[in-house]
């Protein structure tokens, strides 16, 4: 059909139908997701075309006042402080969204460090949550990727301080200002560490230095990939001992591969192995700012990282 010959209202009844052959499918999709709630992640969107349900977390609109934090001096005070806000205006917060999903009959886990509930729900439990005004956003599961190491080839075994370790100067920060770390407690959220290696056991906070350890306030495995419960950390994938070798790493014989030898360290284990989920990490990051107990209870905010004076 030439166009230059075709009367112009034919040429508008074919443009509108073939409009209309495009976006009816799509509105027929949207019917289930009003326009107006752009607080849904497409990806969950995309999920519900082909599957069911999707495990999603509701963000809370509601946020915490830590302002006040900044003024506090005594470091324990602010500590306790920051985690009561946090907790309080979550659980005050949530108490609608988690209301509506117990009356589903639709599991779901609470955090509070981000104001926000992990669960797996239909369309329209997803499009109920989406029109409350006390919900902020709704963004879809996931897992973050630690990189695969590259090849490389061999180097000899250190046998001093490690050439990292010695391009930014921290020899001399220990011998100048003789500080190695000394009133320091670290903390790495990765794929866990092995507590005995013999560069990291001395800087353990969980070692009582008579050959026993206390992993209690000093490790946390929400995922229990180190055991049913874990009860002691470990590394299923190696790469959290290497970043903590690489921040507190001293075998006291001369291998210097730590920056901070004197400071002390525990751990959390986010990612499960060289994925990191999203509820693991979000866990870990409570954990963090408030350390429990092997059981994962009474949470002690003073016993988190610290810095002195700080």
Known sequence: MNPRWTPRWIRVIVAVLLLLSLVIPI????????????????VVLSQLTTQKESTVWVVLREKANLTSAHSMKNWEE????????????????????????????????????VNAIKLTADAATINELAQRSDVERIIADGTFSIPQPKPATAQAKVNTVEWGIDRINAPQVW???????????IANIDTGVQFDHPALVKQYRGNLGDGSFDHN??????????????????????????????MVGD?????????????RWIAAKGCEDMGCSYAALMAAGQWVLAPTDLSGNNPRPDLR?????C
């Open 78 to 113: 602010r500590g306790t402080f920051v985690v009561a806000q946090l907790q309080a205006t979550a659980n005050r917060s949530q108490t609608g969204v988690r209301t509506l999903l117990k009356s589903r009959g639709k599991s779901h886990k609470p955090f509070w460090m």
């Open 217 to 246: 306030y000093n490790w946390y495995d929400p995922s229990n990939v180190c055991g049913y419960p874990s009860t002691a950390p470990c590394d299923n994938a190696g790469h959290g001992t290497h970043t903590m070798g690489t």
């Open 305 to 309: 990282p610290v810095l002195r004076d």
């Open 175 to 185: 011998s100048n200002f003789g500080v190695h770390g000394e009133g320091i407690v």
């Open 27 to 42: 509105m027929a999709f949207a019917g289930s997701f009003p326009a107006a709630q752009a607080n849904i992640d497409p």
């Open 251 to 263: 075998d006291g014989v001369g291998n210097q591969i730590g920056v901070a030898p004197g400071a």
